[in-house]
C-alpha cells in the first residue's frame, strides 16, 4: 500500500458532526481540541491554544488556503462553538488564543444523537420483527457514541423506540380471544338454537357483530310480515340448512291467505283490520314437516302411531 496513506500524522474527525456542523469546521474544531488538551495556558478556568492564522495553516492545515481558515474560523465563532480572546500580555502581539465552549458543543452532540433516533425510527418503520435480531444490533450501536458514552435520556428514548415499536408491529400482537358470540333469543329453545350455531359452523359463516345484526333486522320484518314466533322462524332457518337469513327467503315460503268470495261467509264478514288466527308450534312444526316431505318426495306411511298427511 501507498506510503501516502500512513506516513504522516493523521487528522481525524467525526463524520456525524462534519455532516451538522461542515467538514472544514469539523476538522478544525477536532485539531483545537487536539491541542487544548495538551496546553498549559489557563484563563478563567479554561485552557487555550494560540497560533497565527499562517501558522495554523503551515502547521496543521495545509490543504487549506489562509482564506479557508479565516472562513472556517469565522463559521466557527459564530455558531459559538470557538471562543477567541487576545490574552497576551505584550499590547503588540496581536495573535488569538482560541478555547472551546462546551455547552454549544454539547447542544451538537445531543442534536447528532437525536438525528440518529430519528433515523432508526425511519428505517425500523412499523415492523421491527422483519429485521430480527437488527433491531437489538442497532439499539446497541446507537447506545455508543464516539468517547463511548451517550446521555442516559438519549439510551432511555432508544430502548422506548425500540420496544414501542416492536409491541406495535402485527406480528408482535397477542391473538385475542374476544371472539364474538351471538345471544339466544329467550323465545328460541336450546335444541334449536344449538342447531343453528352447528349449522353455521359447518357452512363456516361469520360470527360477527355485523353480520348479525342484519340477521337480527331481517328476522324481525319477517316476524312481523308472518305474526310467526321466533322459535318457529328459527326451526324452519335449521330445517331449510341456510347459512345465513333473509326475510324475503322466508315471507315467499309463507305466503299470508287472502280473503276470496267463496270462502267462510263468517271469513268474507271479517274486518280488514282482523288478524288471522296463529296457528300453534306443533301445527306449524307439522305443517313444516309437509312441506319439507314434499320438497324432497319423501313419502310418509301411516301406522297406528302416525297421523296421515293428506
Not at 506516513?7 to 481540541?33: C, H, K, M, W, Y
Not at 452532540?109 to 415492523?127: A, H, N, P
Not at 321466533?230 to 299470508?256: C, T
Amino acid at each position: 500500500m501507498s506510503n501516502i496513506l500512513l506516513d504522516e500524522r493523521l487528522i481525524a474527525f467525526i463524520p456525524s458532526l462534519a455532516r451538522e456542523i461542515g467538514t472544514n469546521e469539523a476538522i478544525v474544531l477536532q485539531q483545537i481540541n487536539y491541542w487544548i488538551q495538551r496546553s498549559t495556558n489557563i484563563h478563567d478556568g479554561k485552557r487555550w491554544v494560540y497560533n497565527t492564522t499562517k501558522d495554523w495553516v503551515e502547521k496543521e492545515f495545509c490543504f487549506m488556503s489562509e482564506s479557508t481558515l479565516k472562513r472556517t474560523i469565522a463559521s466557527l465563532k459564530k455558531m459559538k462553538l470557538i471562543e477567541s480572546k487576545k490574552l497576551s500580555k505584550h499590547t503588540g502581539y496581536h495573535i488569538n488564543f482560541y478555547t472551546i465552549n462546551e455547552k454549544e458543543v454539547q447542544k451538537i452532540d445531543v442534536k447528532i444523537k437525536k438525528r440518529k433516533i430519528d433515523e432508526l425510527r425511519d428505517s425500523i418503520g412499523s415492523d421491527c420483527a422483519s429485521i430480527g435480531s437488527d433491531c437489538t444490533n442497532e439499539k446497541v450501536r446507537l447506545n455508543q457514541s464516539t468517547s463511548g458514552q451517550i446521555d442516559t435520556a438519549i439510551t432511555e428514548s432508544t430502548t422506548r423506540l425500540l420496544t414501542d415499536t416492536k409491541e406495535s408491529s402485527p406480528s408482535a400482537k397477542k391473538p385475542t380471544n374476544d371472539k364474538f358470540k351471538p345471544v339466544k333469543p329467550e323465545q328460541v329453545s336450546d335444541q334449536t338454537w344449538n342447531d343453528l350455531l352447528g349449522l353455521r359452523k359447518k357452512k363456516r359463516a361469520v360470527e360477527s357483530q355485523t353480520a348479525w345484526t342484519r340477521i337480527n333486522n331481517s328476522i324481525e320484518r319477517a316476524q312481523q310480515a308472518t305474526g310467526h314466533t321466533l322459535e318457529n322462524i328459527f326451526s324452519y332457518w335449521v330445517m331449510r340448512a341456510w347459512a345465513g337469513f333473509d326475510e324475503k327467503w322466508y315471507i315467499n315460503a309463507h305466503p299470508q291467505p287472502t280473503n276470496n268470495t267463496q270462502g267462510n261467509t263468517h271469513a268474507n264478514n271479517q274486518s280488514a283490520n282482523s288478524k288471522p288466527r296463529r296457528e300453534t308450534t306443533d301445527e306449524y312444526k307439522q305443517r313444516m314437516q309437509r312441506e319439507f316431505n314434499e320438497e324432497f318426495g319423501i313419502e310418509v306411511q301411516p301406522d297406528s302411531h302416525t297421523d296421515c298427511y293428506s
